[in-house]
């Protein structure tokens, strides 16, 4: 028996919606990097605000390209981009799962670092988002 691999946000509130998933990692990853961080109520707002923006737009979110961005070089990862006093970022990507189109975070990281081969760049997150990928596909 397989185990499942995606959820639904439930961190820092639940957000229900049958697009919007996550990998069942994600929502104590967010916990762990936003509840000590002294950012969650500006982070709260910000994220409840992306989420909106991704469930109505769905893959015409990248037109808001303040927010929402698909990264280079890769196949099929998209970036929120939450900037203020941290600037978390979310991967994320559109996927067919039980018969339909859904958009899944996977990965939460704080960018500190612009450099891309950096510990705190996008090179790492993307290597782990791309692995979670691959476990929801044969999930």
Not at 35 to 60: C, I, P, T, W
Not at 76 to 92: A, C, P, V
Not at 120 to 127: K, L, M, N, P, R
């Amino acid at each position: 028996m397989q185990k499942i691999k995606i959820s639904n946000i439930i961190y820092p509130e639940s957000f229900q919606t049958q697009y919007l998933y996550c990998y069942i990692a994600f929502n104590n990853e967010l916990k762990e990097m936003i509840e000590q961080s002294g950012y969650k109520s500006e982070f709260v707002k910000k994220f409840r605000k992306s989420l909106r923006f991704l469930e109505g737009l769905k893959e015409n979110c990248i037109k808001q390209g303040k927010l929402f961005e698909k990264l280079k070089k890769t196949k099929d990862l998209y970036s929120i981009m939450l900037k203020g006093e941290k600037n978390i970022r979310i991967l994320f990507t559109f996927m067919n799962y039980n018969n339909s189109k859904k958009a899944i975070l996977l990965y939460v990281f704080e960018e500190k670092d612009s450099n891309n081969n950096s510990k705190t760049g996008y090179s790492g997150a993307i290597e782990i988002a791309n692995q979670r990928i691959i476990e929801i596909k044969n999930d």
